[in-house]
């Protein structure tokens, strides 16, 4: 049991800010390829790269851009993301790819002349609520350093399912009903994503020329293609003629960067995740370290660590005070001085976890204080055979992101603003809240929940991610439990799924993970709990037993995706 093994205080806790992460092990031997993403053209475009002799990166491109085409609920060239790269001598670094603020930008921009925030949800809906994308980079920057093959190569068959379209599905038919009133709203979105204002049947043909030639632009011309010249112009115009405050030099100025991965040791298992601007690796490292720091059978030491009670209120005790700190003190670390060393300092989470009681709720209020206060996304897992690996998150943020397509270029833009924290204290759609550090300012990026993460252990390698909103990092920690508890892949992505999130103070979950019985106990311990009404999540995971070379992948049977595994010789 994970949760029982752990050391009492280990000594092997440490969390590293560095580039290339710890000393390599083993390299691995040749063998498998594997693609799991959440559509199954997009893993078949990932196989073929691999195929035709494309290493782990160029399979990655060419999966990301057709998830751009066929899921346009969920990310695209309107969005960004993070890319974590791996080498076979486990080098690993993150590239980061999220939406940056307009220089036009101000930190008040989504508030009335009250102060209070906009009632028409400005910071969802429209070309206001967009961050000037990072995707198209991603594809630029990451073929130029790290792949094999020509870019055209790796976007060819995302041009042509643009050209030719692709039939609706029951993912796509859900997410844009959810959205259609906001789709409606907007010409070019209708006329591509609707018909006759009304989600089209699944079945349908959906077709993006404007798209298609935009891909060929950047197949063609590379980071130019997109950030500067024609379609620069015509994206800026399209968005300015929609009201929205994008200027050409925002798109001349935008940068990819490469971040030092976080990198955790916990037992024997190595994480390589996401540093800031996103907040999962932090709150990764916070929630493994807790538990070495206090753990479960410190807590409950006449309690078997698989009791389903006992271990919901331990790890939600957890996750609730790694999501308080995020509330905090995370945000863009271009902008914002993040206290990382204080954070991660095994003396301060022993501390965080010395006021959890058995048996008792911890009121998320009571957590004021220990500090001073400084302050619909999809997933691919792909390893190639030589042990090349990337996991990458992206994302335009809600369903068809602010539903505003620029006509001119066949992109949907994002929401990816809502990220910041529009008004300290103020939930987002996600129902998070922030404060000063993830403040809008111009070029800064939001914080983000997205936590692509690899892991090796003594036995294992796991490749890891889902979209979910806030719920990502709490559904990546899950995972990651059930990995080093020695689940199949096929189980760990199936798993119900619950989430505390600091506020709301209550334990979100599926409407299947607790039985009666279990809420009551849970109940009685002072939880609020909330079942969402639905399953999310949509989980990539790809497995390797380090002794025999077995490789085994999931895609979460919540979506539609596809999950393939073909052996090397
Ligand atoms: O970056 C973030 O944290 C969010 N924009 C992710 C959104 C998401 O996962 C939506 N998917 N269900």
Request: with cysteine; net charge negative.
């Amino acid at each position: 049991m994970t949760l029982a093994r752990t050391p009492r205080i280990s000594i092997l806790f440490t969390v590293l800010l560095l580039l290339g992460g710890c000393a390599a092990t083993n390299p691995q031997q040749p063998g498998s390829l594997a693609v799991a993403s959440a559509h199954p053209l997009a893993t078949q475009a990932g196989l073929r790269a691999l195929e035709a002799g494309g290493n782990a990166f160029d399979a990655a491109i060419a999966t990301a851009a057709v998830l751009s085409v066929v899921e346009p609920y969920s990310a695209g060239l309107g969005g960004g993301g993070f890319w974590l790269l791996q080498q076979p001598d486990q080098q690993t670094t993150l590239v980061d790819a999220r939406e940056k603020a307009p220089a036009a930008s101000t930190r008040d921009m989504y508030l009335d002349a009250n102060g209070e925030v906009h009632p028409d949800k400005l910071s969802i809906n429209g070309p206001l609520a967009a961050g000037i994308p990072g995707q198209p980079g991603a594809f630029a920057y990451i073929n130029e350093h790290y792949a094999e093959r020509p870019l055209r190569a790796n976007l060819q068959d995302a041009i042509r399912i643009a050209r030719q379209g692709f039939h609706v599905d029951q993912r796509y038919h859900e997410l844009a009903e959810w959205r259609r009133e906001v789709m409606q709203r907007y010409p070019a979105t209708r006329q591509t994503f609707l018909v006759d204002g009304k989600v089209p049947p699944v079945g349908a043909l959906i077709r993006q020329p404007a798209l298609a030639d935009t891909l060929e632009a950047l197949a063609d011309r590379g980071w130019d293609g997109f950030y500067d010249g024609p379609v620069a112009q015509q994206l800026v115009s399209d968005v300015q003629a929609a009201g929205g405050i994008w200027q050409l030099q925002d798109l001349k100025d935008y940068t990819i960067v490469e971040r030092q991965p976080v990198v955790i040791h916990y037992d024997d298992a190595t994480l390589w995740t996401t540093p800031p601007p996103s907040s999962g690796g932090i709150a990764l490292a916070q929630m493994f370290g807790m538990m070495q720091q206090r753990p479960f059978d410190e807590v409950f030491p006449d309690t078997p660590a698989d009791d389903p009670v006992a271990r919901t209120h331990y790890l939600v005790e957890v996750m609730r005070r790694a999501y308080r700190d995020r509330a905090i003190y995370l945000g863009d670390p271009d902008y914002t001085d993040i206290p990382v060393k204080h954070l991660l300092d095994p003396a301060y989470l022993g501390k965080r976890m010395a006021n959890l009681k058995p048996g008792q709720a911890t009121p998320s209020q009571s957590l004021e204080g220990d500090l001073d206060s400084g302050t619909h996304t999809t997933h691919l897992s792909v390893m190639d055979a030589d042990g090349r690996k990337v996991s990458a998150t992206l994302s335009i943020n809600l369903p068809f992101g602010s539903a505003f397509l620029s006509s001119g270029t066949g992109v949907l833009l994002n929401d990816e603003m809502d990220d910041f924290a529009i008004k300290p204290g103020v939930p987002n759609a996600y129902g998070l809240v922030g404060g000063e550090a993830n403040s809008i300012a111009p070029g800064k990026r939001p914080l983000s929940s997205m936590t692509p993460t690899i892991m090796t252990s003594d036995d294992r390698t796991a490749i890891i991610g889902t979209p979910g909103g806030s719920r990502i990092i709490t559904m990546v920690y899950l995972g990651l439990l059930d990995v080093l508890d020695g689940k199949s892949a096929e189980a760990t992505v199936s798993d119900p799924r619950f989430h505390h999130q600091y506020l709301p103070d209550v334990i979100q979950h599926e409407p299947d993970t607790f039985t009666p019985e279990q809420k009551t106990a849970l109940e009685a311990m002072g939880y609020e709990l909330r079942d969402v009404g639905r399953h999310y999540g949509n989980m990539q995971l790809i497995l390797r037993d380090r002794e025999s070379g077995e490789t085994t992948a999931a895609a979460d049977p919540r979506g539609i995706g596809q999950a393939v595994v073909k052996p090397v010789r």
